[in-house]
């Protein structure tokens, strides 16, 4: 796939604007789970997903707090440097269902907050910038703080048996 | 909303929630088009996202800009009005592969040839999803269903092929999962003159779950985009079918539109009845 | 059917949920099992716009005797949740004898449900489920429900190992665990109505069918061998039962890539000689205009059945309306006489199409078919159709020894028609305006006999009296066609209970309008209502343009999406009745 | 317009002649020069089925007052040959007192001929040409008839050298010394009906023109901005005609793939703001109908000329027949009011147009027009049309501050519409049945809601008087619409004429049709008679459907290819007033 | 008619004279269509000519076979039906460029990827004729005419790919002036499996007399037929456009056919709805 991961971040400016983009698109893929869970009326994941949409959104106006004084870059979306085809905290929206369980939505959220680890690891061992390394250290950390939190909510959320997928209805026919 | 500031993604996205099955791959062709609209520096009312039926037909609701969502399979002659009676507008017409080459087909095959300045993106998920899983032209011969029982036996036809046998002058190949690709193709489809064609592999994952499998087959093309159809022809008839991109980037002569200018009045029309 | 205990109006239950609840499931199951219990019955869903997960309602009548619709309220209402509850809420009216069943787990009850009825009764299905391993919240509701109006265990039980057999033994004992924990806390629901069977009906063969499936399976009866499909929603179903069907019996289906090309399929199929069918919905109809002239002017005969849907426009897909009635008899360009027909029960989608099938053949001519989303997505228990001789047979020629004349003038306007193969009979069927040999032609003779030709036979056919089901005496009449009979002719069945006199007829053959009968039938009316379910009351005007109708004539008419109801009927007789 | 004068039925001319004899370009310098001369008149032809070099007939009618259509009856037959005559002689009538011109190397005269008049005149036209270099029989003949008529020979003259100058000088000689010998020859047809002009007449300033070219030039008039087109026989004229001139006043043409894409396509251009229009016949429409239902839920303005021709099916391209108004009333699926309109007259094809499009617009609805091939393709000599102040003025919004409801309910059900580019307008429309804001619903209010607005918007609209064109006063009272209305007028003026009085009501808007105003205007009527071409009676079918009319009203109609003539229809009043 | 005696060519002409213009193309295609189905020893009443609208589409009437003359565009639906219904009757679908390639394209693509067992001739004279001269989908761009000034501007689009693109399994061209080599196009198409698909250039002396050059361009394929689809689409997009002969004959599985034989009764059918 379109994978980039040569490209480095070469200010700090630029990495407060990943750190910030990644908490933003954080938001709206929480945002836009809840919605699909609202629509296909499973509440609990609903509400699971807007809750993890609120931390996110506590950390992205910790990372605007901080950028005060440095700024945020404007940039496309082709101009990220993700080592990936979209933006390391990502939920991936195809391993959405409408009967999935808590244990799925953790699973999702472990998975992406584990690319947050690892795309900030990869700064803090590749940058040179000691300014931009130091930061990395911080959001790196963050990161690691996250997996722990989500790993103890997935103790509490144990998968579910085989068959929680399973419809006895057909689907519908629409238009 | 504050003009100078440049809009994001988001800001594309209309409130309505999607009624698509948590999965689909459509969800993934909405965000790429939303980054791309950002990316493409457009205000939501310039650009008109114009459809037919389909659960993919349904995206333009979904979107903050202009939205026509037409009847099955007549996307692109709705998509043509409009790009020629208003030619400042950014045009992107979608839908599915069962409105876009089954009933739809012919308008595909004289949109290609027209070369009208627009986009046309086919979320291809191989199957009539809003119908409840019938074969579509791109189905494989072997799949099976109700209304074709031991599949249809007939094998998938080449939608880019035709694309540029007709004549259109962009044609790519995605896949939904990979969004910033995506992405990066609808915007360069945009930008690019004349009719660009882009069928984007989004996997329906209720009537073909087997295509979840669709994120490991994909591939980059081998080989560069050409400007040469016929190559470009023989190398899509030949590939697998994965290799995602763009395939040709041409400069074929894109359609006329009038100039707008009123160079005679009516009253001068008239003239040629004066006896 | 004046006997007061066959008009009772049975049992009416909803069964609500979302999300993969399945609802539908356990609707189908307690519908089966009155089937096999010797109950008669039917189910309709109603559904939210989305593919999978979405909020359904399963919506039963049950009843020891025939029941065609709806009665217009509910007696029981189980919500496994209560999610866009609101979606439903017109369509299941609840009264103060309502018992409503909901799991609390599933949110709070509904304002419009507790200013209702009093019978509200939580029971935590959640946790019963959750109980049973792999349990399921819609076997559990099974199984009170059918506790509680007293359907025999055993037989719902029997079902679930059909059902679940394929599964493996983890799923069927989850659900046969559910079943028994149902039926256990059926007590609970001690205030619901219960089913008593009817000793007469027990031994009458029975069908558990819907309207699209008896349409299919009444075109097969009649003889279609080739069928071409574009799918859309309500008519994909005959589409799709076809599909094998006709595969199995020497015939052929082909998936068409849009309308256009399939009614144009069939017409080269029957122009070989083979009957041919295809089944659309409104959109696919009017895609199909063009060529169904061509098919009128060229005489070949072909059926076009049309499950409609809400309109204009893709409108309402999942929901009934006649709104199509204009477009069926008028939408062709020219002067086209054709056929129209439309069905008016579940059980008459199989006579109906059948009999279209065999008229069609005989008339080489198009026939078109308005059934309707209920009809054709309602399933029902009827009693096993009886076996008709309407059959396509088509007058062909068999030998040719002198010139073919393919649209030769004979009395009865049908010309023995050459099937390709036979020797000496070779012509070119055209849409051009032709000659008797088929030869274009823009002579004002050629066109005036042709037209002439083409009117003649269908307007001098003997229809038998199978135009029309007419029932009842009495000076107010009701018209009405499709559908809409069942609440019509179950309304007026009550009215005659309370000593109102009624006449109903329901009108199968739309065109051509049987006028002279109908003005027969209508000879001393003092009142006609005309009802039907559209918004611009399409058959009243064209009743009006056709037959002379009292002057006390009324047309009573609302479109989709809800169906006219046994109720609002009656009550419209009632408003005619003390006039 | 009592004055007996004005109502004489001035002379009527056939020139016939097969293989490229040239006959309509005679006959359309015949009518030009009357033009030119202070006269009124028309042409149509009328032709085999070749696509070249087959047999024609120019039929020419001229006079000193503005005539609508043939009489029924030829005082001039000029025979360049007979062949294939028979295919004309429906549309000859002859009497005794027409005059026949014929050449006799063109074969002998048909019996049909010769029986009915004995002024049957032979001149060697061959022969005279054949002594002129590069001499033509129809340049011949166009002297005869010009001379035999007392039109001024310099007018004539005029026009060949405007027609032959940029041939080249011998082409242009050869033209002129024809003409000479023709004008040289016109003694021998003494008893030919002359020319006599009109003082009053000379100075209105005239115009030639086609139906088409009327209806296309209404069009651009009204604000039409954008077209899409795919030929077809009669409309392609329509098309060729917007094709330069929408370029030339800043607009678009394109060439659509087939009629699914022209629909579409000015669904499309309208949606974005550009009052849009399409030209089509019978089969044509009939594919548009599945998208005209589109704009009709999703509140698009487009405007469709249906130029009528034989149906059904492919039927008579090149015939007129007024057979389409039952599928541009009722030929979309799902209740989908709309507009549908016919113009009355050549000259209204103009008028008709340009108020169908400031309709559409101002009602945001799709309009039909419903020409047909006589109007659509008669050359026709009009008064200069009227300017009219019916102009494409679309509800729009300008600027948002609110949330924007695309499809609010307005009291007059029109909602002011987005023009793409408009910010803060955004919206999707939608075939779908849809809430205030456009949103996909299936909700019962919102179809109600939406269904009555959409009736609302067509029914309460202030049409004024143009629905219908009414003269005259009297209990015998004709109803009738499009080009019938031509014949219907003449022979209600020539009835009154002897003293009979008769009311005509022709209809200008089909749909919605004007029921109260309808019902007032035959309010006193004893005698009804409605009348049109076609075979099933169309019109008269809707009317009964819609408006009360008296116990004696009688449909008069017969189908193409046949017009109506003001000949039969007066017989037809007289039948009446006899009763 | 002698049952023993072989058929002529002339057997297969109906006693209808054709409208069309003295010099039109279409009288050729008439003659090697005749030909070829007495070579290919057909009987006449085996045969059925399927055909839409246009002047090339009056074709069925002129031929002893069966006949049917139907609607604009829909030709191919016809004659798939036909086909279907009764394989034991030789299809052979005729027409127009603008009845196949404009109105017609989807029932093209769409006849192409099935598959079935019929020969569609399309008479290509770049114009519509019977309705006076308006370009098609196979007009120059600079083809001036009335609906057109000053032409479309458009590239012509390729049938031939498109053929190959949807799964055409015999792709040839002709020029309606050569009748031998028509004649034998003709009887291989009808004689290869599967949808055969000739493009025949046939002049329009009347809308565009410029074409009666069209003699002297014409000149057999530099190579021989190739079964390779993708080589095919590459050659024929790089061609001349005048390069007659068979194109691509290849050996794609053909449309399945049910057996025609009764494996279950009705009564078996209605099984299923028994209580
Ligand atoms: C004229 C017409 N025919 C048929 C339909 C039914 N219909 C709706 S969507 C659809 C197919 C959609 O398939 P596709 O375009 O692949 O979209 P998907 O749902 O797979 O995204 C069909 C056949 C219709 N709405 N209109
Ligand atoms: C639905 C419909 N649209 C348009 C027409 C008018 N029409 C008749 S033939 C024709 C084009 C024919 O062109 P082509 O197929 O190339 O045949 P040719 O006359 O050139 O042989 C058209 C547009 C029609 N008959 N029906
Ligand atoms: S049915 Fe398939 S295509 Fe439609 S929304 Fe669901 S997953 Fe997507
Ligand atoms: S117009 Fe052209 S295509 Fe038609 S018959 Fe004449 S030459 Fe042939
Ligand atoms: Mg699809
Ligand atoms: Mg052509």
């Known amino acids: 796939m379109s994978a980039n991961p040569d490209n480095e971040i070469s200010s700090l400016s630029e990495l407060l604007t990943h750190a910030y983009a990644i908490e933003e698109d954080a938001i709206d893929r929480y945002h836009m789970l809840g919605d699909q869970m609202e629509v296909h009326n499973n509440h609990e994941l609903a509400k699971l997903f807007r809750d993890l949409a609120g931390h996110e959104e506590k950390h992205a106006a910790e990372i605007k707090a901080r950028a005060e004084t440095i700024g945020l870059m404007n940039l496309k979306s082709s101009e990220y440097k993700w080592p990936d085809t979209e933006g390391p905290e990502l939920a991936a929206l195809d391993e959405a269902h409408y009967r999935m369980t808590p244990w799925h939505a953790l699973q999702m959220a472990l998975k992406a907050e584990t690319r947050a680890f690892e795309f900030f690891d990869h700064i803090v061992n590749t940058v040179t910038d000691p300014e931009i390394k130091k930061w990395a250290e911080e959001f790196r950390e963050e990161e690691a703080e996250h997996v722990t939190l989500v790993e103890r909510l997935l103790e509490k959320n144990p998968e579910p048996p085989a068959g929680w997928a399973d419809d006895d209805d057909p689907p519908n026919l629409q238009e | 909303m504050n003009v100078s500031a440049p809009l994001k993604a988001s800001d594309f996205k209309s409130d309505l929630k999607p009624v698509w099955c948590p999965g689909c791959g459509d969800y993934h062709v909405l965000l790429s088009l939303t980054k791309a609209l950002a990316d493409l520096e457009r205000k939501p009312e310039e650009v008109a996202v114009i459809s037919g039926i389909g659960c993919s037909s349904r995206i333009p609701a979904y979107l903050k800009c202009y939205g026509f969502h037409g009847v099955h399979g007549r996307s692109l002659p709705l998509g043509t009005g409009l790009k020629v009676a208003r030619p400042d507008m950014t045009v992107i017409v979608a839908g599915g592969d069962g409105d876009g080459f089954s009933i739809g087909g012919n308008h595909f095959l004289h949109a290609c040839r027209r070369n009208i300045d627009l986009t046309y993106i086919v979320m291809d998920n191989r199957v009539y999803g809003m119908t409840k899983g019938q074969p579509s032209p791109t189905t494989e011969p072997d799949w099976d269903s109700a209304l074709s029982p031991g599949g249809t036996g007939l094998n998938p036809f080449h939608p880019l092929v035709i694309a540029l046998a007709s004549g259109a002058n962009f044609v790519a190949r995605a896949f939904s999962g990979d969004i910033r690709g995506t992405t990066k193709l609808i915007s360069d489809a945009v930008n690019h003159p004349g009719f660009s064609f882009i069928q984007i592999l989004s996997p329906c994952v209720t009537f073909r779950p087997e295509q979840k499998e669709w994120k490991s087959a994909i591939h980059a093309p081998p080989v560069e985009a050409t400007d040469d159809p016929a190559r470009a022809a023989r190398r899509i008839m030949t590939d697998d079918g994965f290799n995602v991109g763009v395939l040709y980037r041409g400069d074929r002569r894109p359609y006329k539109i009038g100039d707008g200018v009123e160079h005679k009045t009516v009253a001068d029309l008239e003239q040629e009845f004066q006896i | ?579």
């Open chain 3, 1 to 579: 059917m004046s006997d007061q205990i066959k008009i009772d109006t049975g049992i009416s239950i909803a069964l609500t949920g979302s999300g993969g609840a399945g609802v539908m499931t356990a609707g189908g199951m307690l519908l089966e099992a009155a089937a096999k219990s010797g109950f008669y019955g039917l189910q309709t869903r109603s559904v939210g716009p989305q593919i999978r997960g979405g909020e359904a309602a399963a919506l039963l009548r049950l009843s020891n005797h025939a029941v065609e619709i709806h009665r217009g309220g509910f007696d029981i209402l189980f919500a496994l949740d209560w999610s866009n509850f609101s979606r439903f809420a017109a369509e299941i009216t609840l009264d103060e004898n309502s018992v409503v069943i909901f799991d609390p787990e599933g949110g709070e009850v509904p304002e419009i449900v507790s200013a209702a009825t009093k019978n509200i009764i939580e029971l935590p299905i959640k946790k019963f489920a959750s109980e049973i391993p792999g349990g399921r919240m819609n076997m559990i509701a099974l199984g009170i429900v059918a506790g509680a109006i007293d359907l025999p265990k055993e037989t719902v039980l029997g079902l679930i190992v059909r059902k679940f057999a394929s599964k493996g033994e983890a799923v069927l004992e989850a659900s046969r665990a559910c079943l028994e924990a149902g039926y256990k806390h059926a007590g609970s629901v001690a205030n619901a109505p219960k089913l008593v069977s009817d000793a007469e009906n027990a031994d009458v063969p029975r069908w558990l069918i819907t309207g699209n499936e008896a349409a299919a399976l009444g075109a097969v009866r009649g003889g279609i061998k080739f069928a071409a499909a574009y799918p859309i929603t309500p008519a994909t179903e005959i589409l799709e039962w076809l599909a094998p069907s006709l595969t199995a019996i020497g015939g052929n289906l082909v998936q068409a890539e849009d309308e256009l090309s399939s009614i144009n399929m069939i017409i080269g199929a029957s122009y070989g000689g083979i009957p041919s069918i295809t089944a659309t919905s409104g959109p696919g109809l009017a895609l199909m205009t063009e060529s169904i002239g061509l098919a009128t002017a060229a005489e070949v005969p072909v059926v076009i059945v049309d499950v409609m849907r809400g309109g204009p426009s893709t409108g309402i897909p999942t929901k009934s309306e006649q709104s199509d009635l204009n477009i069926a008899i008028y939408g062709l360009h020219g002067d086209a006489p054709h056929l129209v027909t439309a069905p008016l029960s579940v059980a008459d989608c199989l006579f109906t199409t059948q009999w279209s099938v065999h008229l069609a053949e005989a008339m080489q001519v198009p026939a078109i078919i308005l059934s309707d989303q209920y009809l054709g997505q309602a399933k029902m228990i009827i009693d096993k159709p009886a076996d008709v001789a309407f059959f396509a047979d088509r007058s062909k020629v068999e030998k040719i020894d002198t010139a073919y004349t393919r649209y030769a003038l004979t009395a009865d306007g049908v010309s023995p028609m050459a099937i390709p193969g036979t020797a000496g009979g070779q012509y070119t069927a055209d849409g051009l305006e032709h000659s008797v040999t088929g030869t274009p032609s823009s002579a004002a003779e050629d066109h005036h006999d042709q037209l002439a030709k083409r009117r003649r036979k269908i307007e001098g056919f003997n229809y038998g009296t199978h135009w029309a089901e007419i029932e009842g005496e009495g000076d107010l009449v009701i018209v009405t066609w499709g559908s809409t009979a069942a609440p019509v002719r179950e309304a007026a069945e009550l009215a005659r209970a309370e000593g109102i006199s009624v006449k109903t007829i329901a009108v199968r053959l739309l065109a051509p309008l049987r006028v002279e009968a109908l003005e027969a039938e209508l000879a001393g009316a003092r009142r006609v209502l005309v009802i039907e379910q559209n918004d611009l009351a399409q058959f009243y005007r064209y009743l009006r343009g056709h037959v002379d109708l009292p002057a006390d004539t009324r047309a009573y008419h609302h479109p989709g999406p809800m169906m006219l109801s046994t109720t609002e009927i009656l009550s419209e007789i009632m408003k005619e009745h003390r006039l």
